[in-house]
Protein backbone atom coordinates (compact mmCIF):
# COMPACT_ATOMS: atom_id res chain seq x y z
CA UNK A 1 0.00 0.00 0.00
CA UNK A 2 2.73 2.27 0.51
CA UNK A 3 4.28 1.75 -2.31
CA UNK A 4 0.94 2.66 -5.12
CA UNK A 5 0.96 5.80 -2.12
CA UNK A 6 4.64 6.55 -3.28
CA UNK A 7 3.91 6.06 -7.04
CA UNK A 8 0.80 8.18 -6.44
CA UNK A 9 2.41 11.64 -4.56
CA UNK A 10 5.24 11.36 -7.88
CA UNK A 11 2.63 11.11 -9.97
CA UNK A 12 0.71 14.26 -8.42
CA UNK A 13 4.57 15.82 -8.25
CA UNK A 14 5.01 15.27 -11.71
CA UNK A 15 1.47 16.35 -13.10
CA UNK A 16 2.08 19.33 -10.78
CA UNK A 17 5.31 20.22 -12.78
CA UNK A 18 4.07 19.98 -16.05
CA UNK A 19 1.34 22.02 -15.32
CA UNK A 20 3.51 24.73 -14.19
CA UNK A 21 5.92 24.17 -17.19
CA UNK A 22 3.46 24.70 -19.56
CA UNK A 23 1.83 27.43 -17.56
CA UNK A 24 5.37 29.04 -17.76
CA UNK A 25 5.03 28.48 -21.78
CA UNK A 26 2.16 30.09 -22.23
CA UNK A 27 2.59 33.32 -20.66
CA UNK A 28 6.24 33.53 -22.54
CA UNK A 29 4.16 32.33 -25.96
CA UNK A 30 1.72 35.21 -25.35
CA UNK A 31 4.26 37.77 -24.65
CA UNK A 32 5.88 36.87 -28.35
CA UNK A 33 2.78 36.70 -29.62
CA UNK A 34 2.02 40.17 -28.44
CA UNK A 35 5.47 41.54 -29.36
CA UNK A 36 5.25 39.69 -33.13
CA UNK A 37 1.49 41.09 -33.56
CA UNK A 38 2.71 44.16 -32.86
CA UNK A 39 5.34 43.98 -35.42
CA UNK A 40 3.31 42.95 -38.44
CA UNK A 41 0.61 45.43 -37.85
CA UNK A 42 3.07 48.61 -37.43
CA UNK A 43 3.04 50.97 -40.34
CA UNK A 44 6.71 52.31 -40.22
CA UNK A 45 7.56 54.87 -42.99
CA UNK A 46 11.44 55.01 -44.48
CA UNK A 47 13.67 56.60 -42.92
CA UNK A 48 15.06 59.70 -43.92
CA UNK A 49 16.55 59.74 -47.06
CA UNK A 50 15.12 56.33 -48.10
CA UNK A 51 13.02 55.03 -50.59
CA UNK A 52 9.13 54.46 -49.68
CA UNK A 53 9.24 50.93 -50.46
CA UNK A 54 9.04 49.07 -47.49
CA UNK A 55 9.29 44.97 -46.58
CA UNK A 56 5.43 44.01 -46.66
CA UNK A 57 4.98 41.68 -43.66
CA UNK A 58 3.03 39.61 -46.25
CA UNK A 59 6.38 38.24 -47.79
CA UNK A 60 8.13 37.30 -44.59
CA UNK A 61 5.37 36.22 -42.60
CA UNK A 62 2.15 35.05 -44.89
CA UNK A 63 0.14 33.32 -42.02
CA UNK A 64 2.34 34.56 -38.95
CA UNK A 65 -1.04 35.81 -37.37
CA UNK A 66 -2.91 32.42 -37.67
CA UNK A 67 0.10 30.63 -36.83
CA UNK A 68 0.65 32.49 -33.40
CA UNK A 69 -2.87 32.36 -32.74
CA UNK A 70 -3.09 28.47 -33.10
CA UNK A 71 -0.14 27.93 -31.38
CA UNK A 72 -1.39 29.88 -28.38
CA UNK A 73 -4.55 27.78 -28.89
CA UNK A 74 -2.67 24.51 -28.59
CA UNK A 75 -0.87 25.82 -25.94
CA UNK A 76 -3.80 26.97 -23.70
CA UNK A 77 -5.55 23.28 -24.77
CA UNK A 78 -2.56 21.43 -23.35
CA UNK A 79 -2.27 23.59 -19.78
CA UNK A 80 -5.89 22.64 -19.38
CA UNK A 81 -5.51 19.29 -19.80
CA UNK A 82 -2.59 19.30 -17.81
CA UNK A 83 -4.56 21.17 -14.70
CA UNK A 84 -7.41 18.69 -15.17
CA UNK A 85 -5.33 15.95 -14.83
CA UNK A 86 -3.58 17.26 -11.83
CA UNK A 87 -6.81 18.15 -10.33
CA UNK A 88 -8.43 14.11 -11.12
CA UNK A 89 -4.77 12.93 -9.54
CA UNK A 90 -4.74 15.15 -6.37
CA UNK A 91 -8.79 14.12 -5.63
CA UNK A 92 -7.45 10.75 -6.32
CA UNK A 93 -5.14 10.84 -3.86
CA UNK A 94 -7.27 12.80 -0.95
CA UNK A 95 -9.67 10.17 -1.69
CA UNK A 96 -7.20 6.91 -0.98
CA UNK A 97 -6.09 9.26 1.93
CA UNK A 98 -8.92 9.73 3.56
CA UNK A 99 -9.75 6.07 3.05
CA UNK A 100 -6.15 4.98 4.74
CA UNK A 101 -7.91 7.25 7.59
CA UNK A 102 -10.61 5.56 7.94
CA UNK A 103 -9.57 1.92 7.54
CA UNK A 104 -6.72 2.98 10.44
CA UNK A 105 -9.36 4.45 12.88
CA UNK A 106 -11.10 0.82 12.27
CA UNK A 107 -8.50 -0.91 13.18
CA UNK A 108 -7.63 1.00 16.28
CA UNK A 109 -11.83 0.94 17.35
CA UNK A 110 -11.37 -3.46 16.72
CA UNK A 111 -8.28 -3.66 18.34
CA UNK A 112 -9.73 -1.55 21.69
CA UNK A 113 -12.71 -3.55 21.74
CA UNK A 114 -10.41 -7.02 21.62
CA UNK A 115 -8.42 -5.84 24.01
CA UNK A 116 -11.09 -4.70 25.90
CA UNK A 117 -13.00 -8.18 25.36
CA UNK A 118 -10.12 -10.64 25.79
CA UNK A 119 -6.64 -8.73 26.89
CA UNK A 120 -4.08 -7.00 25.77
CA UNK A 121 -2.01 -10.19 25.08
CA UNK A 122 -4.74 -11.89 22.05
CA UNK A 123 -4.54 -8.05 20.67
CA UNK A 124 -1.05 -8.38 20.52
CA UNK A 125 -0.87 -11.59 18.29
CA UNK A 126 -3.68 -10.62 16.22
CA UNK A 127 -1.69 -7.52 15.37
CA UNK A 128 1.39 -9.48 14.09
Do not use: W
Amino acid sequence: MRESVITSLADITAKAYSLQMLSDLYVRAESVARKAKEMLEKQAGPAAGQPTENCAAVVFAQHADQDISRMLNTTRQLQEAARASYVASAGEMNTIMNYLEHMQKIEQQMTAEITRRYGKDVAARLQM
